[in-house]
C-alpha cells in the first residue's frame, strides 16, 4: 500500500498555491477561546484561554481572572492562573489523565459559565518515523512519520527537533536549533487536504535529537481538527473548501476544545 504522510497536517504533493481570501464577520461578538489538553502524563496540566481576534495578525488578549475547574467524576481540580503569563491555567499539583473516566471543563468569568466535556481514547505504540539526507547538502529532512488515514486510530503527532548539542551549534542561540512539527492521522481524507499546498521543508543535521508524540484523539478532538485543518492549512491549494465553522466542545461563547489524551512516545538520534 502506498504510505501517505501529513507534513504540518498537510500531504505534500506537487501542486499549487493560490491565495486565499479570509472574510471575517464585524458583528462586535468576541469570544473566548480555550486550548487545553490533559494527558497521562504525572505532569502539572495546563489550559490556556485568551480572547478572539477579528484581524488574522491581531495578537490574542489572554482572559485572565477566570476561575476554571476540571472535574473526572471522582475528583476535582482548581486551576490557578500562572503569575507570569496571563490566561494560562494550571493545576496546583501534579495531575494525571485517566482512561475509563469522564471529564468536564468549567470556567466561570463575569457571572458567564463556559463548559466542555470529554475523554481519553487508549494510546498505542509505534515505530519510530523515517529520515534521510537531503539531496544537495549534508542534512536530513523527514520522510514518513505516520498514515494520514487510519479509521479506527486518529492521533495527533508532536515532533520535535533540536540540535542545539550538536558540535557547531553549542554557541547559538538555543531556540534557533529547535523546531516542532505536527502531523496527523485522521478518520477521513479530504480532497482539499491531498492536494494541500506545499509547505517548506525542515532541515537538520546528524546528531539532532527527535522526540516523537503520539495523542490518541476521540472521534469528536478528530472531527475538531479536521475542519480546523479545512479552514487553514488545506485552504490556498487546488481545491480549497467553503468557509465554514470549526468544530468545538465548548459550550455557547466559546470556541476551541477541550481534549483529554493519551501520550506514547520515544526519542531517536540521527545518525549519518
Known amino acids: 500500500m502506498k504510505r501517505i504522510w501529513i507534513y504540518i497536517g ?65 475528583s476535582t481540580y482548581q486551576l490557578s492562573e500562572d503569575p507570569q503569563q496571563a490566561g494560562t491555567y494550571k493545576t496546583d499539583s ?9 471529564y468536564s471543563l468549567l470556567i466561570l468569568h463575569q457571572e458567564k459559565i463556559f463548559s466542555a466535556q470529554a475523554y481519553m481514547v487508549a494510546g498505542k505504540s509505534f515505530p519510530e518515523l523515517q529520515y534521510s539526507k537531503n539531496d544537495d547538502d549534508e542534512f536530513y529532512h523527514i520522510d514518513y512519520v505516520a498514515s494520514a488515514f487510519e479509521a479506527e486510530d486518529p492521533a495527533m503527532w508532536e515532533i520535535l527537533l533540536d540540535w542545539s548539542a550538536v558540535a557547531g551549534y553549542e554557541n547559538n542561540d538555543p531556540e534557533t536549533c529547535r523546531r516542532r512539527l505536527l502531523f496527523y492521522t485522521l478518520p477521513t481524507l479530504d480532497v482539499s487536504q491531498v492536494f494541500a499546498p506545499i509547505v517548506e ?37 487546488v481545491y ?29 538520534t540521527v545518525t549519518p
Open 10 to 74: 498537510l500531504i505534500i504533493l506537487t501542486s499549487c498555491a493560490k491565495e486565499a481570501d479570509w472574510t471575517i464577520p464585524e458583528n462586535g461578538t468576541r469570544y473566548i477561546v480555550v486550548d487545553g489538553i490533559i494527558t497521562n502524563e504525572a505532569i502539572v496540566q495546563t489550559i490556556d484561554i485568551h480572547y478572539s481576534v477579528s484581524g488574522l495578525n491581531d495578537v490574542p488578549l489572554p482572559l485572565s481572572g477566570a476561575n476554571v475547574i476540571i472535574n473526572n467524576e471522582d
Open 94 to 102: 501534579i495531575v494525571v489523565g485517566l482512561l475509563n473516566k469522564n
Open 201 to 237: 521543508q525542515i532541515s537538520f543535521p546528524a546528531g539532532t535529537v527527535i522526540d516523537e508524540r503520539r495523542y490518541s484523539l476521540s472521534p469528536d478532538h478528530a472531527g475538531f481538527v479536521r475542519s480546523l485543518l479545512l479552514e487553514t492549512d488545506w485552504q490556498g491549494g
Open 240 to 268: 480549497p473548501t467553503d468557509p465554514a465553522n470549526v468544530n468545538t466542545n465548548l459550550s455557547e461563547g466559546a470556541l476551541g476544545f477541550f481534549g483529554v489524551c493519551a501520550l506514547n512516545s520515544l526519542s531517536l
